[in-house]
């Protein structure tokens, strides 16, 4: 069946560095994607999304890449603080979807 | 803006007493409302989801309903709760009419003992 799921459970890095969080997707007919952060014990939070039109999303501090050619999205941290420590989560839909299908989330831990 | 609120924020409950839990959705009007579970360490898992007012689709087969009597207004429900119903309850909403970005509540940590 269609999933969505990411190739590393756990990240951690230094402080200052930038991270890099993957997520593959398999659903050829997706056409957005979201990713969200989630601090522990509360909801996810929506980060920034894109477009399956464009490669490159650039936000505050965040940037997401599309590959569509792979299906490859990633999150791009730059100067990782101990405040973005937290699980991140892709998300997709499509149009011939009703519903977000989300992966299983990447938990990234900043050490100070 | 719009804001959603879930509560109670944590619940603990025997085996087979019921459940009712309550999310509302403050400024917007005819949004999509979705209810997940999380458990520890993992990723969300779809329930329920309402396009409107009365209109509940199931996703996986349980003993959890939903309910939507008013616009803004979703509500998780079990007459006999079960241990494996334990988890991070998430309510989420998006634009009516479109499934795309979901905005989430802070949840309801259910414990059944």
């Known amino acids: 069946g269609e999933s969505v799921g990411l190739h590393l459970p756990t990240l951690s890095v230094q402080e200052g560095d930038n991270s890099i969080i993957n997520c593959a997707y398999s659903n050829s007919a997706s056409d957005y994607f979201i990713w969200y952060k989630q601090e522990s014990g509360k909801g996810p939070q929506f980060i920034i999304d894109i477009r399956s039109n464009m490669d490159k999303r650039q936000g505050q501090r965040v940037t997401v890449l599309l590959n569509k050619t792979v299906k490859h999205l990633s999150l791009q941290i730059a100067a990782t603080q101990p405040g973005d420590s937290a699980v991140y989560f892709c998300?997709?839909?499509?149009?011939?979807?009703?519903?977000?299908?989300f992966g299983e989330g990447t938990q990234l831990t900043v050490n100070p | 803006s719009q804001t959603i609120h879930q509560w109670p924020a944590t619940l603990v409950q025997p085996v087979g007493s019921p459940l009712s839990l309550e999310c509302t959705v403050e400024g917007t009007s005819n949004p999509n409302l979705y209810w997940y579970r999380q458990a520890a360490g993992r990723g969300l898992q779809l329930l329920f989801y309402s396009v409107g007012i009365g209109q509940i689709s199931s996703e996986v087969p349980q003993n959890l309903s939903a309910s939507r009597p008013q616009d803004r207004q979703f509500i998780l429900s079990s007459k006999k709760l079960l241990l494996s119903d334990s988890g991070f309850y998430l309510c989420?909403?998006?634009?009516?009419?479109?499934?795309?970005?979901?905005?989430f509540g802070p949840g309801t940590r259910l414990l059944v003992l």
């Open positions: 989420a909403w998006s634009v009516g009419g479109s499934q795309e970005t979901q905005y």
């Open positions: 998300a997709e839909n499509s149009f011939s979807g009703s519903r977000l299908t």
